[in-house]
Nanobody, 112 residues
């Protein structure tokens, strides 16, 4: 299984970024997929999750600002991040319940 996250960058507070996670080896339609992040000096945390059926989950700190979606045809999971805050700065990863190697992730930096 390979999980390739991309789309990070440097953005000012209040801005937006859209992350993509190209998945190979498992289907995003039949597996719970999640976006995680790890800031310097902090543990990796779950940010958002999309379930195999219907439903999503967001950590309280991003509710109303982030959305998660998937494209079955591209086997890709997305994280749309709006109204970004400096505290959103982290390396973002995708995974399925942490079952697979994490990969390099994609750096998101939000300047104040």
């Amino acid at each position: 299984v390979q999980l390739q996250a991309s789309g990070g960058g440097l953005v000012q507070a209040g801005g937006s970024l859209s992350l993509s996670c190209k998945v190979s080896g498992i289907s995003v339609s039949t597996n719970v997929m999640g976006w995680y992040r790890q800031a310097p000096g902090h543990q990796r945390e779950l940010v958002a999750r999309i379930f195999a059926g219907v439903g999503t989950y967001f950590v309280d700190s991003v509710k109303g600002r982030f959305t998660i979606s998937r494209d079955y045809t591209k086997n890709t999971v997305y994280l749309q991040m709006n109204s970004l805050k400096p505290e959103d700065t982290a390396v973002y990863y995708c995974n399925s319940q942490g079952r697979f190697p994490w990969g390099q992730g994609t750096q998101v930096t939000v300047s104040s």
